[in-house]
């Protein structure tokens, strides 16, 4: 088993949900935003940045912490930050959601891996059209709130 093979699995249980379309959901595509912004919600399934692996028993046991960025796009409209993180949170919900209740535990079917935690990786983050100086930004509407998520994978 490789860490690309439970990221596909991972990719594959997500595009089957209805809130995505398989074209938005991504394995280390982060050019994915350069689509227009109608195209979002995105998902982008990461590298973990952090790993452990330990054979103190006699098969090998390894740890990936895989990154999923769920970017959703910022409405311009009146109350737009209460409407974008409004989308932003069910969406998040509806990914969690599936893990709880599906094989999206075991990276969508796979034999010998286990999803025990799903959790936040910090806030929130603000994307801005990758043209705008910082001052311009500092005025400007971000085109997408994102936010990471971990999903803390065994294989055994």
């Not at 982060?30 to 973990?48: H, M, Q, R």
Request: hydrophobic letters at 40%; glycine letters at 6%; charged letters at 20%.
């Amino acid at each position: 088993m490789s860490e690309a093979t439970i990221m596909s699995g991972l990719a594959t249980a997500i595009k089957a949900m209805a809130e995505f379309e398989d074209a938005d959901v991504v394995v280390n595509d982060w050019e994915i935003l350069d689509k227009s912004t109608a195209g979002a919600p995105f998902v982008i399934i990461e590298n973990a940045e952090d790993f452990t692996s330990r054979q103190d028993v006699p098969t090998p046991q390894t740890s990936w912490q895989i990154l999923v960025t769920l970017v959703e796009k910022f409405v311009n409209a009146k109350s737009s930050f209460q409407t974008t993180f409004s989308n932003l949170g069910t969406r998040r919900q509806a990914i969690i959601d599936k893990i709880n209740s599906t094989n999206i535990r075991s990276a969508g079917g796979l034999s010998g891996v286990n999803i025990p935690e799903v959790r936040g990786a910090g806030g929130f983050s603000y994307i801005y059209p990758a043209y705008l100086s910082p001052e311009q930004r500092a005025e400007a509407t971000p085109d997408f709130v994102a936010q990471r998520i971990i999903l803390v994978c065994e294989e055994f």
